[in-house]
């Protein structure tokens, strides 16, 4: 019997590294406690866990909801290729949040807590039921899947029936909890620097989350067309970038009427830490991406159209730091960097989020036969991008 | 009927037996820090000679209440805002949330719990006074019914003019508090913050928290609504489609 050996390419090598150093620093985690591996205190109770792991990690993985709520109830079938994947990487985005609040809560066995002990008053109370619950509704959502994979008929029958309210269910959940999570901060009017705190906290989390769905799903295709040498679907994906256009365009509405209404002129140009954080998450992930994604020839080109929307994710997790690290460093002083096993931790979620979406896409057929949809675009008169060209462009 | 405690900073003498009751009270070690932490409940901080003695403001309507998703922190009947560490999943909002950053966290623990002053709940509800109360020999700190310590708080500012800033420090902060202040001077330049609204923080959420019953209503209704549409113009489109292609037959047929 042959023995294959896999090859250490540089990208694996990285990951083992990764996987490795989060190792470590699960078992400091969980042996040491918080302070031994994180440069949170009393003064700054939150930090990149919070900031990025969660945070962020909901709202990258929005894409799930946006591309159901088009499928399902605008009935845009032409979306349905990419639901699977939107549903998978929803569902891992999830799956690892909840893994990283393991790390980050100081009870991590008390999670299930706010199943039976209510407090319908908190914000907190509120995510953590829709988080919960859309879970779940994302795991039935892609459970399809796994029952086709095994050919069990009965199950698949009974969550197609379910198809529709699902959805409904899920459109509704995600939109509570990605703009609770800007609900979260509407409690410190008093700690958030001016620049960042807003009534309108709770909509900007959601429009945000909106724009950034697409943008996550365009960053998937892309990357998994290279991964698994498949085609992109190119006129999907620049329809999709109008919905992020167009949701960061309302953003841009709102937080310029946030400026006028709080009036924070003089806050935004001044020269120090906040200004220049608010300047680059303001320029580079707003408005850079409007101007990119509203050219309609970057949005048919692969390559801009994945540039532009690697810049909206950038800016989006850019925004999510501030408002979360950024916006209390001046009231609390407390000077916060995350320490190294807090980013190792952090990337060790994103690790595992690449794996198993690779691991499923692999075993489960998430991705539509390619013949089939080449063949419908060739009759529609779509321009089908062979594999080879994305990699002759790469060289 | 709702107690609290009166500082009255002009009084304190810096003498920290405060804090050492209140260490022995929790069964915690004694430090020269004279800073609230997962060690110290109630701390003695130096202003250049104002000694400023901190503690859980207890407010009315706690923020930490509001913030925390299990309901471990209550606002008891007697005054006191208490913690309940078997509920609490460590989630750490209540830090975040609170105005007068009192919570504190068992950072080193496996097991942490927040830590901040329950006024001596336990003491209260056997008669007693805080331990704190008892041990100040200057009488800074006057434990009693709110309402009364608001009469005395005025009784003394009206009497000693000369001495007092005439504001009674929780009074109306973050929507009032049960430990109430007095002092020579504004309260802000003794570390309080000075942008504290005069209203519940909480008051920030519910505005959005209990739009959310009516959204699940009509979002709901409303993304149904889209579905039937969408979902009922792609069956007209059908129809009407084979309908042209029926009198497009028709016609062939008529045409031959």
């Given amino acids: 019997m042959k023995i294959k050996i ?20 699960t078992i400091l985690r969980f042996t040491k406690g918080l302070g031994a591996v994180t440069n949170l205190s009393d003064e700054f109770p939150w930090g990149l866990w919070i900031g990025f792991d969660v945070l962020c990690g909901v709202g990258l993985a929005a894409g799930g909801f946006v591309i159901a709520a088009a499928v399902y109830i605008f009935n845009l079938e032409e979306y ?43 914000v907190m109370f509120e995510v953590a039921w829709c988080v919960m619950l859309y879970t779940t509704v994302l795991a039935l959502e892609f459970s399809p899947f796994i029952f086709q994979k095994f050919k069990l008929e009965k199950p698949q029958k009974i969550i197609k029936s379910l198809t529709i309210p699902l959805v409904v269910a899920g459109v509704i959940l995600s939109t509570l909890h990605q703009s609770s999570l800007g609900s979260l901060y509407l409690i410190v009017p008093e700690k958030l620097y001016p620049i960042w705190y807003s009534s309108n906290l709770p909509y900007l989390f959601f429009l945000s989350a909106v724009a950034v769905g697409p943008a996550m799903v365009t960053i998937e295709s892309y990357l998994s067309s290279r991964a698994f040498k498949r085609e992109i679907e190119i006129h999907i994906l620049s329809k999709l970038a109008k919905v992020t256009a167009v949701a960061l365009m309302v953003y841009l509405v709102l937080k310029i009427q946030d400026i006028i209404k709080y009036n924070l002129f003089s806050y935004i140009f001044t020269l120090n830490y906040e200004a220049i954080m608010f300047w680059i998450e303001f320029a580079f992930g707003v408005i850079l991406p409007i101007i990119l994604l509203a050219n309609s020839r970057i949005r048919s080109s692969k390559k801009g159209l994945f540039i ?42 994103v690790a595992l989020g690449f794996a198993l979406f690779r691991f499923i896409a692999k075993h489960l057929p998430i991705f539509p036969p390619e013949v089939s949809e080449k063949r419908k675009l060739l009759t529609e008169g779509f321009e089908v991008i062979s594999i080879k060209e994305v990699f002759k462009e790469q060289t | ?92 909002y209540c830090m975040q949330a609170c105005p007068f950053d009192i919570p504190k966290y068992q950072w080193d623990k496996l097991n942490p719990k927040v830590t901040k002053c329950d006024m001596c709940y336990e003491r209260i509800k056997a008669g007693n006074v805080p331990a704190c109360v008892e041990a100040c020999p200057a009488e800074a700190r006057t434990f009693g019914k709110r309402d009364e310590l608001i009469e005395e708080a005025k009784r003394r500012i009206n009497e000693n003019p000369e001495t007092y800033y005439p504001h009674i420090f929780g009074l109306k902060e973050a929507g009032g508090t049960s430990v109430l202040y007095l002092a020579d001077r504004p309260m802000q330049k003794l570390g309080f913050k000075a942008n504290l609204p005069e209203v519940p923080l909480s008051l920030f959420t519910e505005q959005i928290m209990s739009k959310i019953p009516g959204y699940i209503f009509w979002g709901g209704t409303l993304l149904f609504g889209i579905w039937w549409i969408t979902k009922r113009r792609d069956e007209v489109q059908r129809l009407q489609r084979k309908l042209k292609e029926m009198e497009e037959n028709n016609k062939k047929e008529n045409g031959k």
């Fill in chain 1, 80 to 122: 349905k290729s990419i639901l699977p994947s939107a549903i998978l990487t929803a569902f891992l985005g999830y799956l690892l949040v909840i893994i990283a609040l393991l790390f980050d809560l100081g009870k991590p066995w008390n999670i299930w807590h706010p199943i039976i002990m209510w407090n319908p008053e908190s």
């Fill in chain 2, 1 to 92: 009927m709702k107690y609290g405690i009166l500082i009255d900073i002009t009084r304190c003498i810096g003498c920290y037996a405060c804090e050492e009751a209140c260490a022995q009270r929790w069964g915690n070690p004694i430090t020269e820090a004279h800073k609230l932490s997962s060690i110290q409940n109630t701390a003695v901080i130096d202003y250049n000679g104002v000694y400023v003695s901190r503690l859980c403001m207890h407010c009315e309507k706690p923020t930490c209440a509001s913030a925390c998703p299990v309901g471990a922190f209550q606002k008891t009947s007697l005054g006191p805002v208490i913690y309940d560490p078997s509920k609490c999943l460590g989630c750490r």
């Fill in chain 1, 6 to 25: 896999p090859k250490l390419t540089f990208w694996s090598s990285v990951f083992w590294i990764i996987v490795a150093l989060g190792i470590y620093s």
């Fill in chain 1, 308 to 349: 532009a929307q690697l810049i909206t994710v950038l800016g989006f997790i850019l925004n999510r730091l501030n408002v979360s690290i950024t916006a209390l460093e001046n009231y609390t002083q407390a000077n916060y960097f995350p320490k190294w096993t807090e980013i190792t931790v952090t990337l060790f979620m």
